[in-house]
């Protein structure tokens, strides 16, 4: 059982670790499911090359199997998507601010002072960013003053991930400015303000974002319809399914486009059992058994 809430970490830790984050031994325990390496804060780190085969799945192989493989939360949709003819994969860093609470928010900012650090607590977390990372953030879907980013920090954010983007359930701001950079961001919505009058109080914590439930190190997977927070453990099965999935969808389509089959004939499998054997033969030429 995960014992341990945010705001009971170890004493040991410093004062802004305590009240916002977890403990390396927390977030393995946090995330014990994970069957790849872990980065050296604990936070699962599913590898790149599994990464690029994500990059390859469709909105059913990426969603399909998931509730069948007990995660049924895992979606959100309805965003504004900077650039949608582009997919968005990347591991999970979470954020999550709520309404200013200044007794708190004093305890963060006061710390992260004490430590040298002069930006704002959402600098702090893109700071904190690696090559592949998406920055996921909880900000409640605020819009006047839930600008978690501008053209400036947007490019901070490109520069440190590389490959990866932006998930705010908030705002961004200086869109026109946003727009060239070449990486992915699903937004609520573009506001002029900056952020404002909100507390960070959650760093690589479980977030909520829409009606999904996301980890630290999830993988992140966004395209036209949507986004998808794959659990570490359940993407090599997704990944694996979704070969078969392909060849069902490539050989259905080619048969569809001779003219001589009714849908229902050939979809969501073949009714004639000589044309169904005609399919498995297709499939086992095409996976090489």
Same mark, same amino acid.
């Given at each position: 059982m995960f014992r341990t809430l945010v705001f009971l970490a170890a004493l040991a830790l410093p004062v802004c670790a305590q009240y916002f984050k977890l403990s390396k031994e927390q977030l393995v325990e946090l995330t014990a499911s994970n069957p790849y390496d872990r980065f050296d804060d604990g936070r699962p780190k599913v590898p790149d090359t599994m990464l690029e085969k994500v990059r390859g799945l469709t909105v059913e192989e990426a969603w399909g199997p998931l509730p069948g493989l007990g995660y049924p939360n895992q979606y959100e949709g309805n965003w504004r998507i900077l650039h949608?003819?582009?997919?968005?994969?990347?591991?999970?860093?979470?954020?999550?601010?709520?309404?200013?609470?200044?007794?708190?928010?004093?305890?963060i900012v006061g710390d992260l002072k004490r430590r040298g650090f002069t930006g704002g607590p959402h600098q702090w977390v893109i700071d904190q960013l690696q090559p592949g990372d998406v920055l996921v953030?909880?900000?409640?879907?605020k819009e006047n003053g839930g600008s978690v980013v501008g053209d400036n920090l947007a490019t901070a954010i490109k520069a440190a991930t590389v490959t990866g983007g932006l998930v705010v359930d908030g705002a961004i701001r200086d869109l026109e400015g946003i727009s060239p950079i070449d990486m992915g961001v699903y937004?609520?919505?573009?506001?002029?303000?900056?952020?404002?009058?909100?507390?960070?109080?959650?760093?690589?914590?479980?977030?909520?974002?829409?009606?999904?439930?996301?980890?630290?190190?999830?993988?992140?997977f966004g395209d036209k319809t949507g986004l998808y927070f794959l659990p570490?453990?359940?993407?090599?099965?997704?990944?694996?399914?979704?070969?078969?999935?392909?060849?069902? +969808?490539?050989?259905? *389509?080619?048969?569809?486009?001779?003219? @001589?089959? /009714?849908?229902?004939?050939?979809?969501?499998?073949?009714? +004639?059992?000589?044309? *169904?054997?005609?399919y498995?033969?297709? @499939?086992? /030429?095409?996976?090489?058994?």
């Amino acid at each position: 059982m995960f014992r341990t809430l945010v705001f009971l970490a170890a004493l040991a830790l410093p004062v802004c670790a305590q009240y916002f984050k977890l403990s390396k031994e927390q977030l393995v325990e946090l995330t014990a499911s994970n069957p790849y390496d872990r980065f050296d804060d604990g936070r699962p780190k599913v590898p790149d090359t599994m990464l690029e085969k994500v990059r390859g799945l469709t909105v059913e192989e990426a969603w399909g199997p998931l509730p069948g493989l007990g995660y049924p939360n895992q979606y959100e949709g309805n965003w504004r998507i900077l650039h949608p003819e582009k997919k968005l994969v990347g591991r999970a860093v979470t954020a999550q601010f709520m309404p200013l609470r200044p007794d708190l928010n004093d305890l963060i900012v006061g710390d992260l002072k004490r430590r040298g650090f002069t930006g704002g607590p959402h600098q702090w977390v893109i700071d904190q960013l690696q090559p592949g990372d998406v920055l996921v953030v909880d900000l409640f879907g605020k819009e006047n003053g839930g600008s978690v980013v501008g053209d400036n920090l947007a490019t901070a954010i490109k520069a440190a991930t590389v490959t990866g983007g932006l998930v705010v359930d908030g705002a961004i701001r200086d869109l026109e400015g946003i727009s060239p950079i070449d990486m992915g961001v699903y937004f609520r919505h573009a506001h002029p303000s900056a952020i404002a009058s909100v507390s960070l109080t959650g760093y690589n914590i479980p977030v909520r974002i829409g009606a999904a439930t996301v980890f630290p190190g999830d993988v992140v997977f966004g395209d036209k319809t949507g986004l998808y927070f794959l659990p570490p453990k359940t993407v090599k099965p997704i990944v694996d399914r979704a070969e078969e999935t392909h060849i069902h +969808d490539e050989w259905t *389509k080619e048969k569809f486009m001779t003219g @001589k089959y /009714k849908s229902s004939e050939l979809y969501p499998t073949p009714q +004639d059992p000589k044309i *169904k054997a005609e399919y498995e033969e297709y @499939k086992r /030429k095409r996976l090489g058994k």
